[in-house]
């Protein structure tokens, strides 16, 4: 099925391992390996600074990273900020922000990174979610509404629409989390029609080290100070740079940029169409073999969602779970995901086990995952 | 680990000794793992600093109750003193499982160790 896609994997060559981690970060495709191999061997140096061969062709490749970026999401360069993964994006936005507005609410459903920084900086509300991880949008009055796109446990997918709709009604600020969406779904900001949105490279097949910021409007303040990001500096004052620039400060992450300039292509060598049909196919699979075994995984068991699936072993703990997988050759994650809060809301206090798969695993890994599981399951009716 | 380890573990798990809460305890420890949230009270009854009764409680994985249960049938009769130099290979020992490697599991084996070592510095 998609065994070509999974050729482009040098790391699947090297070892026979089931990587059900993707949520985690994803594996990159040889593309992207040799793209900044090239870029390092023959033209590396700093951009925006020297007017030599290699600095030029540098500050080029950099842009033109950035001018992927935005048409790959149907935005404007200039609406571009890189950043060092979306943490940080989301952070440069919560400062951002901060003197002009003092409230703000998220969903229980957010991963640690779009839950702490807002907490930690605002007057502080959390939205509910219904069982099958649906934002309940029951909090009024707001100046900001930060929000994921895709949950990284249930794997649900919002309807960014409906929830829109509800901030646009409370003249609000809006912020989209796509860091769980961005490698399975087609993003057009125009479309969601949000304010900010943002995602990290590494979990789109691009190295670790860069994170994007799209913003519809530079209204931020500056988040980071230092070179780069400013236009003059005295010794009573300093004047910044334009937009994105004054977002950027000190050296950019330029290797890591060329690395999602290559991710991008290699994702619309295969278009999110194929992508989509791939991870259906592993999605009702996995949905059967859970339902087969009798283990109820969190969310709907139903295709409005990625394949992300969460869930518990009887009585055994979640850590014991990931490490009798591990040992057979199965990486799995547990814990609470970065995704306490929602564990916690959905009354799972341990924490649950997560299986994320992404286009480049197949049925024949899942058939093995199960073998697995099934046995896990008889060790767990063991134990009270 | 080997697949072969867990199947051994879940056997002591299914039964852990010293597990429970003995009445005559003169020595209550508790603590957290805060990475994971699992718990362990430990309850001794030690005499002239030597341990004649040691039981634990607690909401724990395979590892750090497996870890506890031969922990504490390990300690008794010796003295506390000897507490504050038992390493973790002592756990991997008594676990007959070398989890060096394995940052965020030493701290479930240890969990126990931990507790009594606070209590007995």
């Known amino acids: 099925m998609n065994s070509s896609i999974r050729e482009h994997f040098p790391i699947f060559k090297n070892n026979d391992f089931i990587y059900f981690v993707n949520a985690a970060t994803t594996q990159k495709p040889r593309l992207v390996i040799e793209k900044v191999k090239e870029f390092i061997e023959t033209t590396y140096a700093n951009v925006h600074r020297g007017s030599y061969k290699e600095a030029l062709e540098a500050t080029e490749r950099y842009e033109k990273a950035r001018e992927h970026v935005a048409k790959f999401i149907n935005a404007e360069p200039e609406q571009i900020v890189f950043t060092k993964n979306a943490t940080e994006s989301i952070n440069l936005v919560a400062y951002g922000l901060r003197k002009k507005y003092k409230k703000c609410a998220v969903s229980v459903a957010e991963h640690h990174s779009n839950f702490v920084p807002w907490q930690q900086l605002y007057d502080f509300s959390v939205l509910p979610i219904k069982e099958n991880g649906e934002i309940i949008t029951n909090v009024k009055n707001k100046d900001i509404y930060a929000f994921t796109h895709v949950s990284n446990v249930i794997g649900n997918i919002n309807n960014v629409k409906e929830i829109m709709d509800f901030v646009k009604e409370q003249k609000a600020i809006s912020l989209l989390d796509a860091s769980q969406s961005i490698n399975h779904i087609k993003i057009d900001v125009k479309k969601l029609d949000v304010d900010f949105l943002v995602f990290s490279g590494h979990k789109m097949m691009a190295f670790t080290g860069i994170g994007v910021l799209y913003m519809k409007e530079p209204i931020l303040d500056p988040f980071l100070f230092g070179g780069q990001m400013v236009s003059h500096v005295s010794e009573k004052i300093t004047t910044f740079g334009n937009h994105p620039r004054k977002y950027e400060a000190g050296t950019p992450p330029i290797i890591e940029a060329i690395s999602l300039d290559a991710a991008i292509t290699f994702i619309e060598s295969i278009g999110y169409e194929k992508m989509m049909e791939i991870e259906k196919k592993l999605t009702r699979k996995m949905i059967k073999g859970f339902e087969e075994l009798g283990i109820k995984i969190l969310g709907q068991e139903n295709e409005n969602r990625v394949p992300i699936f969460s869930f518990n072993v009887g009585n055994l703990h979640g850590h014991d779970v990931e490490a009798i997988f591990a040992s057979k050759n199965i990486a799995l994650r547990s814990g609470f995901h970065c995704a306490e809060p929602l564990h916690k809301f959905l009354g799972y206090e341990k924490g649950t086990v997560r299986a994320s798969l992404y286009i480049y695993n197949n049925e024949e890994e899942i058939e093995r995952f199960f073998e697995v599981l099934e046995k896990i399951k008889s060790m767990a009716e063991k134990v009270k | ?121």
């Not at chain 2, 603590?31 to 009270?41: E, W």
């Not at chain 2, 249960?69 to 504050?84: A, F, P, R, W």
């Open chain 2, 1 to 121: 680990m080997e697949f072969e380890d867990y199947e051994r573990l879940i056997s002591i798990y299914q039964k852990p000794k010293n597990k429970g809460r003995i009445e005559n305890a003169n020595v209550k420890i508790t603590k957290r793992n805060d990475q994971c949230g699992d718990d362990v009270t430990i309850y001794l009854l030690v005499e002239n600093d030597v341990i004649k009764e040691a039981s634990f409680e607690g909401n724990g994985c395979l590892i750090s109750t497996v870890s506890a249960s031969l922990l504490l049938d390990y300690l008794k009769g010796k003295n506390v003193k000897e507490i504050k130099n038992i390493e973790k290979d002592l756990i991997f020992s008594l676990i007959n499982i070398d989890l060096s490697r394995n940052i965020s599991r030493i701290k479930c084996a240890t969990l126990a160790l931990n507790a009594l070592k606070d209590h007995f510095k």
